[in-house]
């Protein structure tokens, strides 16, 4: 167990549900294109290794957040237009 005080040292995360998600990024697009610029960034920087970041950013893409305000129809296309293009080598 852990005081208080440890949160601040070694962080702590609430994730979000897919309403607050959806409600954040009105596109699927808008919400891949985020999440790689931030996970690029934290690689550059040295916060998470180049296979961790890459797994991410195929999480963004499989996932459905933002298509909702396009249809549903909008991730698959997503997914086809970012497979390949995502997974070369991060800066």
Sequence with gaps: MTSPGACPRWGYYIPFDVVTLNQLYRS????????TRVTREN???RYI???DAEQTIHQAI??????RA????????????HRG????RLP
């Design 28 to 35: 699927h697009e808008r919400y891949v294109n985020q999440v």
């Design 43 to 45: 690689v550059r920087h």
């Design 49 to 51: 290794l180049e296979r």
């Design 62 to 67: 499989e996932s459905h957040v933002g298509a």
């Design 70 to 81: 396009h249809g549903w129809n909008e991730a698959p296309q997503m997914r086809r237009a």
């Design 85 to 88: 293009a995502v997974y070369t």
